[in-house]
């Protein structure tokens, strides 16, 4: 299963206001699709819609967006209900919502867990469930934004890598049972990237978490919605950017080596703690 095509496809941005959703609703708009985005503030969104509209390739193109906190369940029934009876149902729903806020475990609190899980578990598994029927109707595609750390836990994201597996875990299994209903789904996993929420995520990273992270590069939002959306064409399920993929196979063929090199980094930066 795959798109080849992306002009006149509704596609469903759920995280569209920022960072690789937005990057991902410009690419397609220029593409031709009609672009939804959701999120929760409005500010953002409405500053989203007009830079997604200036990408358009015609004037038949529609654009909309919604305020909408994916973790919580009934309201995505609803909003995505609406959606669907004003917008069209989707062809693709891309999963780009997310945070990450890395810290030492002992720093973060249930809350965090818990509003880890109900975002990106929680919230995907909410979006999936609204909006399968009307995929499925129309043989349509699911991007989850994954991560790195959807496959391999890094010091300082105990709760962020937690739920990225869960969010792994439940497209492979959904994989599976998409496939004799003609629905593809990808799992995106991006290295680190250059948006708002890493601005955030670097506010209160602890040494060893950058010195981990150091060597694996940035790349730019408008890079990883490129492959993003060359994957969808290539109906390609693990979609690795930059540095995911090489650093995907070391840790599938080579853990040691990773723990080796993780292991080194960590213990240069907390020798330097101990003689500061
Ligand atoms: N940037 C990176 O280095 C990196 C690396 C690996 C994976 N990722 C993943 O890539 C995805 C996009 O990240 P990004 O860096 O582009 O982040 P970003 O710039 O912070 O954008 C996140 C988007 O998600 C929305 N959002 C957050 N919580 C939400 C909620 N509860 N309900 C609905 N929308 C919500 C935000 O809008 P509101 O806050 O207004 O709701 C915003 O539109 C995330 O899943 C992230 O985990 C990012």
């Not at 890395?102 to 979006?127: C, R, V």
């Not at 919605?225 to 070391?250: D, N």
């Amino acid at each position: 299963m795959k798109i080849k095509d992306f002009d006149g496809k509704n596609v469903y941005i759920v995280g569209g206001s920022s960072g690789i959703g937005l990057a991902a609703a410009e690419i397609l708009s220029r593409r031709g699709s009609n672009v939804i985005i959701f999120a929760r503030g409005r500010e953002r969104l409405e500053a989203a819609l007009e830079r997604i509209d200036a990408a358009k390739k015609s004037d038949r193109q529609r654009f909309a967006f919604r305020q909408l906190d994916i973790s919580k369940a009934d309201d995505v029934e609803k909003v995505m209900g609406e959606a669907v009876e004003e917008f069209g149902a989707p062809d693709i729903l891309i999963n780009s919502a997310g945070r990450a806020l890395p810290d030492y475990f002992e720093n973060i609190g249930y809350e965090q867990l818990d509003a880890s899980m109900k975002l990106h578990l929680y919230g995907n598994w909410n979006t999936i469930k609204a909006l399968l029927p009307h995929l499925k109707q129309r043989k349509g595609y699911i991007v989850n934004v994954c991560s790195v750390l959807g496959f391999m836990g890094v010091f300082g994201y105990t709760d962020y890598a937690a739920s990225k597996f869960a969010l792994m875990g439940l497209t492979e299994s959904l994989k599976s049972e998409l496939k004799p209903c003609g629905v593809g789904i990808s799992i995106l996993c991006p290295p680190d990237t250059d948006t708002p929420g890493f601005e955030v995520e670097n506010r209160n990273k602890p040494p060893e978490t950058l010195a981990v992270s150091e060597g694996a590069g940035l790349m730019q939002p408008e890079e990883v919605a490129e492959v993003l959306i060359k994957g969808v064409e290539k109906g390609k399920f693990f979609i690795g950017p930059g540095s995911a993929k090489m650093i995907y196979r070391l840790k599938r063929y080579a853990p040691f080596l990773v723990d080796f090199v993780m292991d080194r980094d960590i213990r240069k930066v907390q020798a330097k703690k101990g003689n500061a």
